[in-house]
């Protein structure tokens, strides 16, 4: 039952109906047939405690309430709000419950046989089958971070992501999930919390096992992260890799030889069964291929005007999945949608300029869901991180430098004696000039960021040490 009240006219309709709703279902009669006795108890222990009924007998009843102000009006919608909120949440409870119920995830006697047949053993050794079918028949709604702040996730995400890295396992394939949004929709936020999620499943079922940090898994700059990426090992699965400048990978930037060949990896690299995702403000920059052929799930963050403090409200998101098989259930349309009409809707979308920045239509959503405010990584490592990949060297033609980079400069740069700068010419003592201040540069981004210095040194000795 949808509750909403937009004006006056509207108010004496819906409270009658939902009198007549919520008398109905509070009754002695079959409504709650399918459901647990204790779920029964706790909806009619909700309508009764919401007083909603009361009010509106009160309400509309003109012998009693002859007039009600703007007051006692707002006062109301405050609470069918807040009624519709606890029973949206008792709802996600139920649906979790069924879930796990309804005769599983699947046949996990079947499912451990093709694991065998299939030796995924020499691929994951390390996999614990007891744990994954405990993460898929009950899997957990909150997790925390690591400053011990508490993540709380939607039941249906939750859902959908265990059944994505499930096909992931058993299909030798890969994960793409975009997310998109205005500036300051906390695009950023809900991704590093669903790579938390994953990260907790990936490690806790022993299909791999890294740490949790922004600068192994986070990366604002294309050419670095390919860079990462070229490092890893061929089966170091699992790996979850976050792109959060899509921009960069703009239409216009088609020609670039680092979009070149990060599209080129998505094709080609599905074996290294990779988890990546991209984060951009509009969808309509990426190009089709890597939407209508890669993406698996689009989490579209939006913000809305709080009516009260006029201040923007975020934390919501509508989810767009592209679904492996023919079709996929819409919590939010309350009804079967085709892949085909997916695709087609996403394809009219892309395929005109000027379609490119509106907004996703929502008759191909599956569903709206809110998310909390907290980071999945530590917020002030995170901030730290972004900060100093944000402040890489630029010259003003736009060329950057990576940390790396920089180090090797730094390293392997000669002395200036032997560069044969000539002092008393003019040209060749402003080169002298400029070099002189790079270097101090390069010095000064190192005084600011000594942890880089020393990571990259031992790693370096690493290598040289036990090679790649």
């Avoid at 702040?149 to 959908?160: A, C, G, L, Q």
């Avoid at 087609?344 to 191909?364: A, F, G």
Wanted: hydrophobic content about 35%; glycine content about 4%.
């Amino acid at each position: 039952m949808s509750i909403e009240i937009k004006n006056y006219e509207d108010l004496d309709t819906l409270m009658k109906e939902t009198d007549d709703y919520l008398t109905y279902i509070d009754s002695d009669n079959h409504f709650f047939f399918d459901l647990e006795k204790k779920d029964q108890s706790t909806i009619r222990h909700m309508i009764k405690s919401s007083k909603l009924i009361d009010t509106m007998k009160i309400l509309t009843n003109e012998d009693i309430t002859p007039e009600f102000d703007y007051s006692e009006f707002s006062e109301f919608q405050d609470r069918v709000f807040n009624f519709s909120e606890n029973l949206k949440n008792m709802k996600e409870k139920i649906d979790l419950d069924k879930f796990v119920a309804s005769g599983q995830f699947c046949n996990f006697k079947t499912l451990k046989k093709l694991f065998k047949d299939l030796n995924l053993k020499d691929r994951f050794p390390n996999f614990n089958f007891k744990v994954y079918q405990e993460w898929l028949t009950n899997p957990p709604l909150a997790i925390n971070n690591s400053k011990g702040e508490t993540i709380e996730y939607d039941s249906y995400v939750v859902i959908k992501l265990l059944n994505l890295l499930h096909h992931m396992i058993f299909d030798e394939d890969d994960i793409l999930l975009v997310f998109c949004g205005k500036e300051g929709s906390a695009k950023s936020t809900l991704a590093s919390q669903i790579m938390l999620y994953m990260y907790t499943f990936i490690t806790s079922v022993g299909l791999n096992n890294y740490e949790f940090k922004p600068e192994l898994m986070f990366y604002v700059d294309l050419q670095k992260m390919q860079d990462f990426e070229s490092e890893l090992e061929y089966a170091d699965y699992f790996r979850i890799i976050h792109f959060d400048e899509g921009d960069q990978l703009s239409r216009i930037n088609f020609r670039d030889k680092s979009v070149i060949k990060y599209k080129s990896d998505l094709r080609r690299s599905r074996k290294k069964q990779r988890i990546r995702s991209i984060a951009t403000p509009q969808i309509g920059e990426l190009s089709q291929e890597i939407i209508t052929t890669r993406t698996h799930f689009i989490f579209n963050t939006i913000m809305t005007t709080d009516n009260e403090t006029k201040l923007l409200k975020k934390g919501i998101c509508n989810l767009y999945i592209i679904p492996k098989g023919d079709f996929i259930y819409s919590d939010l349309n309350k009804r079967e949608i085709t892949r085909s009409e997916i695709l087609t809707t996403l394809h009219e979308q892309l395929k005109n300029k000027e379609n490119y920045y509106r907004p996703l239509p929502t008759d191909i959503c599956v569903r709206q869901f809110k998310f909390g405010r907290h980071f999945g990584f530590d917020k002030k490592e995170y901030d730290e991180y972004i900060d100093k990949e944000n402040k890489l060297v630029d010259e003003d033609d736009g060329f950057k430098l990576t940390s790396h980079q920089i180090y090797v400069m730094l390293k392997e740069m000669p002395d200036f004696g032997e560069w044969g700068f000539d002092t008393k010419d003019v040209i060749s003592n402003r080169n002298y000039t400029l070099m002189r201040q790079l270097k101090t540069k390069f010095k000064k981004y190192f005084i600011k960021y000594p942890k880089v210095y020393h990571e990259l040194k031992m790693k370096e000795e690493m290598l040289r040490e036990f090679g790649k």
